[in-house]
């Protein structure tokens, strides 16, 4: 397999309206779902880093992304034969405001290929210049939010939280200009190009953009298009079969979150925009880790006076957006009640999906009900007494094996110090009381449950991760990067592919985040500016 053999088949452009302008001129696009446009050429590109699974499924070897034609085609610079790059039309709402046109103003598709098992895959650039839907901004993205999305989409698949992938990461060798804190300080920055790759790129805001100009004609070519291309099961479109479309989107977002919550995942710009109509989660900004758990936390500084984003909100963020959703596709179907009551049905949809997934964290056997849950939410009081490494908790929690007399007879500290490895402060006597309590009434809970310690230890260990992104890990990746020193990037990407699994050698990724990094731009707060 060479690149040139890359099967394009460009479904997208061929059987959707493509605005008849050329070039970068920024304009409204009206009646198409995209524009037709080319990456720029940059000077001295040079790979940094690629996901060798991610070109597994184009069936692209070690060999083919290890060539100078590899880094030319997916920085921009030598577009491949078959490739017929775009940029799509989309609109959406932004921290609650209906934005207007949006569009890929920085991220260019190179085409859809289909691989030898059948499976497409949309290719898209990320960085890779101007395009009509720039407004004022340069089509640029800097090294630091490269490494950043690299990195972290690859290691959610791991993790297994449905996401969009990527498939490099080159520096483009030219300069971008950043004010990073918004401050008055620009600085120049390495720019780079990531490749990401999904079975499409669509958003909510893809939808919405049409509605809101009534123009149902494209709307309904775009529903038809993503039905037929990406939820082919669902048969051929009509009125029922868009309403079960939106049910199955419905069912997806909420699976994504339940996934976000498991994880300790924190998005940072939840925009109907930056929400993909397959439940993937998309455009990697300023995402951050849960640390200390603390479900008020954002790491999001545009974000930082309302939290609108924060951990504990994206549930209902989601359900937010999906109203935006079924706002935008109601004008083709016609009819109200049916998409409201599959609205009205998320937050049980959520809440049962949150509930199961909560209580396999405890490796518990099974949800037991009312009680259980009084026991998850206890549990998340408990874990902001004293600040708790959400990640390192579960996995010590996993470690934890006394029975119900075991845990009566022992004193708090003794059933305090199996976790105590996880928190950010002193422990004190209130402290260990309150979570002693708790550990004292899972201990009850445990008793119901016929699995042995081991078994449970093992399936606590299979969806509690031991190493997740964290934030200063990535920004340590970034600063070796700027130096020219890519190690840690490919370490992270590798170790990042067995998240559950201790690896020897490799306890540095999955420690508490350190002290120098609590109050440091990247590691405890970042920026939209990327
Ligand atoms: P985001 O908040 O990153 O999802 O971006 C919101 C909108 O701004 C999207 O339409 C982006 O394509 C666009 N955008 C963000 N950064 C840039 C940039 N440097 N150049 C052009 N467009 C951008
Ligand atoms: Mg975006």
């Keep these: ?109 190179l085409g859809e290929i289909i691989n030898q098992q059948g499976q497409r895959w949309a290719l898209q650039l990320k960085g890779a210049g101007q395009t009509p839907y720039s407004r004022s901004a340069d089509g640029l993205a800097v090294l630091r939010s490269s490494v950043r999305e690299f990195l972290c989409s690859e290691a959610m698949h791991h993790l297994g939280v449905p996401t969009t992938r990527a498939l490099s990461l080159i520096l483009t060798g030219e300069k971008v200009l950043r004010d990073m804190l918004y401050d008055g300080h620009p600085e120049y920055e390495q720019g780079a190009v990531v490749c990401r790759v999904a079975p499409s790129f669509t958003r909510f805001g893809s939808f919405q953009i049409h509605a809101s100009r009534g123009d149902t004609k494209v709307l309904q070519q775009l529903m038809d298009y993503t039905i037929t291309t990406d939820f082919p099961h669902l048969g051929t479109p009509s009125k029922a079969v868009y309403i079960e479309w939106f049910n199955e989107v419905v069912e997806r977002t909420a699976q994504m979150i339940v996934e976000w919550m ?45 939290r609108r984003y924060r951990f504990g909100q994206q549930p209902q963020i989601a359900h937010w957006n999906l109203v935006q959703l079924a706002e935008a596709l109601v004008a083709v179907i016609g009819e109200v009640e049916p998409l409201q009551a599959i609205i009205n049905d998320y937050p049980r949809l959520y809440q049962q999906g949150w509930q199961t997934m909560i209580a396999t964290k405890l490796g518990l056997q099974a949800y037991g009900g009312e009680q259980d849950l009084a026991l998850f939410n206890d549990l998340h009081q408990s874990l902001q007494v004293i600040e708790t490494d959400m990640t390192l908790f579960f996995r010590c929690l996993a470690n934890y094996n006394f029975s119900p007399e075991q845990a009566k007879a022992a004193s708090d500290a003794q ?85 559950y699994t201790e690896q020897i050698g490799k306890e540095e990724y999955a420690q508490k985040r350190p002290d120098w990094a609590r109050e440091r731009v990247g590691c405890s707060m970042l920026s939209c500016s990327s």
């Design 1 to 109: 397999m060479t690149l040139q053999s890359l099967n394009f088949d460009n479904r997208f452009l061929h059987q959707l309206p493509v605005d008849p302008l050329q070039g970068i001129g920024r304009r409204q696009v009206v009646g198409a779902c995209a524009s037709r446009i080319k990456p720029t050429a940059v000077a001295a590109p040079k790979l940094m880093a690629h996901a060798q699974e991610v070109a597994d499924l184009l069936n692209l070897s070690p060999q083919d992304c290890a060539s100078p034609e590899f880094t030319q085609a997916f920085v921009g610079n030598k577009l491949l034969d078959a490739m017929d790059p775009y940029a799509c039309c989309y609109g959406g709402h932004q921290f609650g405001n209906w934005a207007g046109q949006l569009g890929d103003g920085r991220a260019i598709n």
């Design 262 to 306: 498991r994880v300790g995942f924190v998005h940072g710009v939840m925009n109907t925009d930056n929400m993909s109509i397959l439940g993937l989660t998309i455009d990697y900004g300023p995402y951050g880790w849960l640390e200390p758990f603390d479900p008020n936390w954002t790491p999001n500084t545009t974000d930082a006076e309302h």
């Design 415 to 499: 059933l305090v110090d199996i976790i105590s490895a996880a928190y950010y402060q002193p422990r004190t006597e209130s402290s260990d009381q309150d979570m002693a309590a708790w550990l004292r009434r899972y201990n009850e809970r445990l008793a119901q449950d016929t699995h042995s310690h081991s078994v449970r230890q093992q399936r606590m260990n299979q969806v509690n991760p031991l190493y997740v992104m964290r934030n200063y890990l990535a920004q340590l990746a970034i600063d070796e990067a700027d130096q020219g020193d890519f190690d840690k990037v490919h370490e992270l990407l590798e170790v990042m592919r067995q998240p």
